[in-house]
């Protein structure tokens, strides 16, 4: 059965064209600083949001019109794998991930639960033989479940603790099974409601205890994934400990996980933590940690995870030259973490959304690329620190001064030029860079 009977193959056609089921910048095959597009952004779908979220809310029923749904749970979720599929095929995308309780259904025990696991990941395995599409990365749903009120790793209770050991051992069999190039650890309620009744250090040191059971888990069975950490300051844990990047690799570190475990940063989860998706990004970079990115985009004006489509090409520019910078982001992707808005209901609409993100996200690689060929921001940056090349700066920077000598070089220029940054002239430069 096909879902988009109507559809041909998504195609570039460039920004002239008028056809809503056409790229008009995302050219798989152009090149861009010696690589295509395709190899750059390794965009990926999102299991939960394309084929599982329904369009309701905390006000009101279910909107989005689905033609997939069978007599059964199981009838269904066999269903969302080949219109999935069919998805992936007419978008040209290369890569998906899903939750473990994304792709089939919970039934009466774990044991069930993972039975439908079994059945469901053999149909994926023949739909990625047949169209050669592939695992960037899944993990295990840790958060719905009423067992994990209290958190999965960080949990009160040790009964929940071990289910949550299970459910990882088996996201990682699949992963294995599936060849996912990548697993995600995001702690969805590893947090606390009240310090009256929390500790927090002991709670740490178990999501650590559980990540190196995973680390020792994939080395055993032959599968060493890049493991990643996706940080969140809020919603639906008052205060989790992957706050932002920063904070996440102080866990990391702390627990010595730096060998192990990179970041999987989401933009709505920036603006949630008060930073920007490019400072996110910067900051795993600056530790080598860039694993993956969530792409999407939240509402300023909404204080939740709105998880919009990305359609804000200054975001885009900025997060590819964070990723250009990065040497790539390979073995991790662009994974649209991404829902349609509640009133785009119809099944066109998920393909109109991921088209709309692609060519944003194209935009922002072709722009980013002529900045770093013009040295638009190398050139800002250097001369903004040219004072520490030179003189008493360059012999700061060679760890050649102390208080002391300082002191007597700064009793003698206490009076120093600062130069203007210029920067609403910076914006408006930027400005024709992206338009």
Not at 8 to 23: D, H, M
Not at 28 to 57: C, I, N
Request: charged share 30%; net charge negative.
């Amino acid at each position: 059965m096909a879902y988009f009977p109507n559809v041909e193959k998504i195609q570039y056609e460039g920004k002239g064209s008028k056809n809503p089921y056409a790229f008009r910048h995302y050219n798989p095959e152009e090149v861009v600083e010696g690589k295509t597009m395709r190899e750059h952004l390794r965009f990926a779908l999102a299991y939960w949001h394309t084929m599982t979220q329904d369009g309701s809310d905390p006000f009101g029923d279910p909107t989005n019109q689905r033609t997939w749904f069978g007599e059964t749970p199981l009838e269904t979720a066999h269903n969302r794998v080949d219109a999935f599929f069919e998805i992936l095929e007419k978008l040209d995308v290369d890569y998906f991930c899903f939750h473990d309780i994304d792709i089939a259904p919970a039934g009466d025990s774990l044991e069930e639960f993972f039975a439908n696991l079994d059945e469901i990941t053999d149909h994926i395995k023949e739909k990625m033989e047949e169209t050669g599409k592939k695992l960037l990365w899944n993990t295990a749903n840790m958060f719905s479940h009423p067992r994990f009120n209290n958190g999965a790793a960080s949990t009160n209770n040790a009964d929940v603790y071990a289910i949550a050991a299970a459910q990882v051992k088996k996201g990682l069999d699949i992963s294995k099974k599936l060849g996912g190039e990548n697993y995600v650890f995001w702690g969805g309620r590893e947090g606390y409601e009240t310090l009256l009744n929390t500790d927090m250090k002991f709670e740490q040191d178990n999501i650590a205890r559980l990540f190196k059971m995973a680390i020792a888990y994939g080395e055993k069975i032959g599968h060493k994934p890049q493991f990643l950490i996706e940080p969140k300051p809020k919603e639906p844990s008052k205060h989790q400990y992957d706050f932002d990047a920063a904070t996440t690799m102080a866990f990391i570190l702390k627990h010595g996980l730096e060998g192990d475990f990179k970041l999987n940063l989401e933009a709505n989860h920036a603006t949630l933590a008060g930073h920007t998706f490019e400072h996110e990004l910067n900051v795993a970079r600056d530790y080598d940690a860039l694993g993956s990115i969530d792409a999407n985009q939240g509402d300023m004006l909404l204080g939740w995870d709105t998880d919009e489509f990305p359609t804000n090409v200054y975001d885009t520019t900025f997060a590819m030259l964070q990723i250009l910078d990065n040497g790539g982001i390979a073995p991790g992707g662009i994974n649209f973490d991404s829902k349609v808005r509640r009133s785009s209901h119809e099944m066109d609409d998920l393909l109109f959304a991921h088209i709309a993100g692609m060519d944003t996200f194209a935009r922002g690689l072709k722009a980013a690329a002529k900045l770093r060929e013009d040295r638009f921001f190398e050139d800002l940056k250097e001369k903004r620190y040219a004072s520490f090349r030179e003189g008493i700066g360059a012999s700061i920077v060679a760890d050649k001064e102390d208080l002391e000598s300082l002191t007597e070089y700064a009793l003698k220029h206490d009076d120093p030029k600062l130069e203007s940054s210029h920067i609403e002239l910076v914006k408006s430069q930027l400005n024709d860079y992206l338009f």
